[in-house]
């Protein structure tokens, strides 16, 4: 049997905001699978990552989509819009103009991904 025919099929499923909820502790799960080498740093610890997660799901249209081969979950990437008013351009140097940097709750993309060591056998 050659390589490519032993590998499962991968697959994309998306969650919109209201689902996300039953798929926190499989984030999570990721997660800690990315990060194990690493959980005991301050910054990077499950319990900081899931205090960054819940307020992550706090800002609107939030969206997550979970890798799978076969049915083995294997990365995740989620994220949703700036809220409008946001604040983030002013932290660029130097700032952009007032007509780019204007939030309207829809524009900018804000998120983060993570791939478990089982996928990068499929992007590597």
Do not use: C
Not at 35 to 48: A, C, K, M
């Amino acid at each position: 049997m050659d390589e490519a025919a032993a590998k499962p099929t991968l697959s994309l499923r998306r969650y919109p905001s209201a689902e996300i909820a039953a798929i926190r502790g499989l984030l999570e799960d990721i997660y800690a699978e990315v990060y194990s080498d690493r959980l005991r740093e301050r910054f990077l610890g499950i319990e900081q990552f899931r205090q960054r997660l819940a307020g992550h799901l706090s800002f609107p249209n939030w969206e997550a989509v979970v890798g799978y081969a076969g049915d083995q979950p294997i990365g995740y990437a989620y994220g949703g819009a700036r809220r409008a008013g946001s604040s983030f351009w002013n932290q660029i140097v130097p700032t952009p103009d007032d007509e780019y940097a204007r939030e309207t709750g829809q524009r900018t993309f804000h998120g983060h991904g993570k791939v478990g060591e089982y996928m990068r056998e499929y992007v590597v």
